[in-house]
């Protein structure tokens, strides 16, 4: 059993308007206004319409909804005033960095408090010796990497929103990036948190030591979406800026042969700082946008980056590209200047952005398979854009089997997002279908709650709740996310499938 928890709200659909606002709701935020600007200055407290929209949702722009009110603190003491207050009156507190996750996490809750945390953007210390740096949860992830730079060091994980997302936000979700596979991802590269609990205590979890005493409650807290505690201090692990870095990029006739390059890649005992994946759709849209040098007659490119000493390189990116011509490569080409090596990843990571070139609106996939099935995926993927009439950019992770489909649709034109939708879930449950999960970077927020019920048992999802209900015992810290109610998955109408129990028609069994 679990702590009961406030229900998450019915998010609007994409040209659906938000419903008014009544006598009772309007009271709640007079009520709850009030015991905040008890602890808040008056530009730290939104409650205007017009200023609440604004944060009615992060980069899932298909589920919207309005949150009672938002604060704005600027000190942890502000944090743990407003936490205590929402405590006492029984107020869900929805967390928020940058809002640019892509799987509804920060989306507010309709009767409560949105707490941004915008104004923690300190880098409070960098430490060239120990190659730490300690940060407020909205310093930019790329702003990191600047202010180590002085000293040679940089912060690894990159997702592709680097420029604007945080580092709290990246903590929520267990963020990766481009160069994951070798560097891994946030888990990989914190070494401790101070954050707030819904009871206003102050907690540190990990740190500079190699090891602590006690339970790992550290690595519970990253990626769990702010259903744990409110993070104000981030402590991250830099690493050595390396010496060259080179890209290999390969051109394949076959989006089949290019995932069969990359299990071959791998099986030959190499490990690139960076191995991603692009089909023709995908390199169409961006290389007008971005001019990266793709070749736009390949049906997928693959970019495998080397880097470390310049022996190490040279070595690498031999056997590198001997792998990839034996796995059927039609065209290779390595990067030659370390501007051409940044234009190279330009495109990947501007894939999002380009694809609306071709399309007023897409959805992003975030599931992760077993590398070797990453040619019967884009195979089948192929296969559900006839079904359900909608076109689908495929960009990847590669190296970790990390999938990022765009499905293009038309929100304005009737059905379409539906179809979107269910397009995505199909791909989500074949990814679990194959000893895969629904998610690899992105988290689960509210777009994932569904597939969730296929990809875990009610015992299971009882077990997730308990770490909840440790940490939160009233239920209100980004309440309705992530973990699907025992309900939810009888009202969808799946059930939990092991390894191979639900094959995917088209595709054999692993």
């Known amino acids: 059993m679990h702590a009961a928890a406030p229900e998450a709200p019915r998010s609007a659909r994409p ?42 949702c992060d980069g899932l722009a298909a589920y919207r909804e309005r949150p009672l009110l938002v604060a704005l603190p600027r000190t942890e003491a502000q944090v743990r005033a407003v936490v205590r207050a929402c405590r006492r009156l029984g107020v869900p507190v929805v967390a928020r960095g940058a809002g640019t996750g892509l799987s509804g996490g920060a989306l507010p809750h309709a009767a409560g408090v949105l707490l941004s945390l915008a104004r923690f953007d300190r880098i409070l210390d960098v430490d060239p010796v120990a190659r730490t740096a300690r940060v407020q949860p909205g310093v930019r992830n790329l702003a990191v990497s600047e202010a ?56 540190e979890l990990g740190g500079a030591a190699l090891d602590g005493p006690g339970l790992d409650l550290l690595a519970i807290t990253l990626g769990s ?34 995932g069969d390059g990359v299990a071959a890649i791998i099986a030959a005992g190499i490990i690139p700082a960076g191995l991603e994946m692009m089909d023709r759709q995908a390199t169409a849209a961006v290389e007008p946008f971005v001019r990266a040098g793709y070749d736009l007659t390949a049906e997928a490119i693959l970019l495998a980056e080397s880097d470390g000493t310049a022996d190490e390189v040279a070595d690498e990116v031999a056997a590198i ?139 299971e999802r009882a077990a997730f709740f308990a770490v909840k209900e440790a940490f939160d015992p009233p239920g209100l810290l980004n309440p309705g996310k992530a973990i699907p109610t025992l309900a939810r998955c009888v009202e969808y109408g799946r059930q939990h499938v092991r390894r191979g129990q639900l094959p995917h028609p088209e595709l054999p069994r692993f």
């Open 15 to 56: 040209g659906e308007p938000a419903a008014g606002d009544g006598a009772a709701t309007r009271a709640r935020r007079l009520e709850v206004a009030r015991a905040l600007a008890e602890h808040l200055p008056g530009d730290c407290l939104l409650a205007r319409d017009e200023e609440l929209r604004p944060y009615e």
């Open 148 to 203: 180590a730079a002085p000293f040679g060091l940089y912060y690894a994980p990159d997702p592709s929103s680097q420029l604007a997302c945080t580092i709290g936000g990246n903590v929520a979700e267990n963020s990766g990036g481009v160069h994951c596979l070798k560097y891994g991802l946030t888990v990989h590269n914190v070494l401790g948190v101070r954050g707030c609990t819904i009871e206003g205590e102050v907690v």
């Open 225 to 258: 979406e702010g259903l744990l505690l409110i993070v104000t201090e981030v402590l991250l692990k830099l690493v050595p800026k390396p010496e060259r870095a080179q890209v290999v990029m390969a051109s394949f006739d076959d989006v089949g042969r290019a």
């Open 321 to 459: 590209e001997s792998v990839l011509r034996s796995a059927g490569a039609s065209a290779i080409a390595v990067s030659r200047s370390e501007a051409e090596r940044l234009r190279f990843w330009s495109g990947r990571k501007n894939a999002f952005p380009a694809a609306g070139r071709l399309s007023p609106d897409y959805y992003c996939m975030d599931g992760t398979i077993p590398r070797r099935a990453l040619g019967d995926v884009l195979r089948a993927i192929g296969q559900m854009e006839r079904k359900y009439d909608l076109k689908c950019m495929n960009v990847f992770h590669a190296g970790d089997g990390n999938l990022h489909p765009l499905i293009l649709f038309d929100a304005n034109r009737e059905g379409q997002w539906e179809r979107a939708e269910r397009f995505g879930t199909e791909i989500l449950e074949l990814c679990v279908s194959l000893g895969g999960t629904v998610t690899g970077e992105h988290g689960v927020g509210v777009e994932k709650l569904n597939p969730m019920c296929v990809q875990f048992s009610p015992a």
